[in-house]
């Protein structure tokens, strides 16, 4: 069962006795220190990729994405695809997402015109026998384009690509509730969808209005219902905190309301106000935004009831049900962050497809062009639209290995490491291990001959942990231009 005490400033709970650093991490307690949390409440990546994408290059380019992606075949792994819609109806004050606000919907079909064309340049890079095992459509407003467009859409895809069955294949979607009736839930899950996300946010008008979201509850619901009906067999619901007007009692009404209907899954987003990159988010009043210790407030309460009602922090905003994929993966080891969150397909290339998508191919990182006009040119023209990325060094794949197993684990055994990459691990890491020495005096983790475990201090911290084994932000002298990690 999880702990839900809310300890008092500077309190230290007592940890049981010799047991190996590595079994801290299967504690899938979450314990709220508000005193630890404000101290080590800075800016840091969230780990969709490691490298971040802060470091990707024009360097790597489409010929060397191409050629990647043949040798790739070698391998025989499953494929993954990444779908990016970017038009919205409106457009949400607090969005720093890519996306084309508008009322105009004939802006669609030239735009899924291109993604066919760059299916058809993708596909021709695999073999035909690599199957397609996880899908998703994100955004913008997947919903956006019409059921026509929908069914169209999928029709190419799997003319283009091998999509494993419904039994075998993980195709998820983000809903927008304002953007859906039950006639389009019922047609997702025909053309084959079985998993989505809802946004919600918060249900308090006062909330939405200010960032230019309205939507009842009623109508967040319905969608619900219709997905249950219809057998899709994972719903997750997002939320965001720290949004203008919230306190922690008008939130909790929010969260509530939203247990009251047992999601399977549910992301609790820290909204990070960066007017200076966001143009949209200029709109909103810094004034109505809580102050940093309401924030911490709003998310301690959300966690601690979370927890309470029988949902396990699974990580970075993340909470699933003890019987989810999610937890269960989390539990065998197989657990794996990409760009669109927790996974449970470590083992997949993913291409991404459509203006400003990222792919994962190999030991790569591959970016399509952010602008609508440059992705329409290199389409039109017949070249594959990657304009950046990064190969991947020996190192960077150490330390991806590492960091992906610190966040989605929480436990990192030495000798596991050290037989898979041929290393003396505090050789190796030795000027990591020393900037966790400060975290393991906090409480945060455990760190012994074995391995490092986190403490459930440690969890909702888990990115600065992650920190001290990114050689990139040890180069630039700190986390330049990231979001705060609470």
């Known amino acids: ?23 801290a991490g299967d504690d899938q307690r979450t314990v709220f220190d508000l005193d630890l949390i404000k101290r080590y409440d800075q800016s840091g990546p969230r780990y969709t990729s490691y490298p971040t994408a802060v470091e990707f290059d024009p360097a790597f380019d489409a010929t060397r994405y191409a050629e990647v992606c043949r040798e790739t075949n ?19 004050f607090y969005c720093a997402c890519n996306k084309i606000a508008t009322k105009d919907r004939t802006l669609v079909q030239p ?15 695999f073999d035909d026998d690599r199957v397609v095992e996880q899908l998703h459509w994100g955004g913008g407003t997947p919903t956006f384009i019409s059921h026509a467009q929908m069914r169209e859409l999928m029709d190419q895809t799997r003319k283009h690509f091998k999509l494993a069955d419904d039994a ?31 946004g919600v946010q918060d249900f308090d008008p006062r909330v939405q209005q200010a960032v230019n979201r309205i939507q009842s509850e009623e109508e967040t619901m319905a969608v619900l219902e219709a997905a249950r009906a219809a057998g899709f067999r994972s719903i997750s619901i997002d939320l965001i905190y720290g949004l203008p007007h919230q306190t922690a009692e008008s939130f909790m009404d929010t969260v509530e309301r939203i247990i009251a209907v047992a999601p399977d899954r549910l992301s609790v987003f820290n909204y990070a106000h960066l007017p200076a990159r966001f143009m949209p988010q200029r709109r909103i009043d810094d004034d109505d935004l809580p102050r940093p210790e309401v924030k911490l ?19 970075m905003d993340h909470f699933a ?34 203006v400003t998508s990222i792919g994962k191919v190999g030991k790569t990182y591959g970016q399509n062009r952010r602008e609508l006009d440059a992705y329409y040119e290199d389409i039109d023209a017949g070249r594959l639209p990657v304009f950046r990325g990064i190969e991947l060094n020996r190192d960077d ?33 030795g000027r990591s291990l020393a900037k966790l020495e400060g975290m393991q005096q906090d409480g945060l983790l455990e760190v012994d001959a074995q391995g490092i475990g986190v403490l459930p201090k440690g969890r909702l911290l888990i990115r600065n942990i992650c920190m001290a084994f990114d050689a990139y932000l040890e180069a630039k002298q ?9």
Not at 111 to 125: D, F, W
Not at 180 to 189: C, M, S, Y
Request: with cysteine; hydrophobic share 35%; charged share 25%.
């Open 1 to 23: 069962m999880l702990d839900h005490t809310r300890p008092t400033a500077g309190e230290q709970p007592a940890e049981t006795g010799a047991r190996p650093a590595t079994s």
């Open 74 to 92: 070698a391998s025989g792994r499953p494929l993954s695809l990444y779908f990016h819609i970017p038009f919205c109806d409106t457009v949400c």
């Open 111 to 125: 735009y899924l015109e291109r993604v066919y064309q760059e299916m058809a340049m993708q596909s021709a890079l």
């Open 168 to 198: 075998h294949g993980e195709y998820s979607i983000e809903i927008d509730p304002r953007e859906a009736t039950g006639d389009t839930i019922e047609l997702l899950r025909e053309i084959g969808f079985n998993r989505m996300s809802l």
């Open 297 to 315: 407030e709003i998310l301690q309460a959300a966690t601690e009831r979370l927890t309470e009602a029988g949902w396990l922090y699974i990580g």
């Open 321 to 354: 049900r003890p019987d989810d994929e999610l937890a269960r993966a989390q539990r065998d080891g197989t657990l794996y962050r990409n760009f669109q969150g927790y996974s449970t397909h470590a083992d997949c290339d993913l291409i991404g497809l459509g």
């Open 397 to 429: 794949e150490i330390r991806r290995d590492v960091i992906t197993r610190l966040i989605c684990h929480f436990r990192l055994d030495f000798a596991d490491v050290e037989r898979h990459w041929g290393i003396d691990f505090h050789d190796y890491f």
């Open 478 to 486: 700190g986390p330049v231009g990231f979001s705060k990690v609470i």
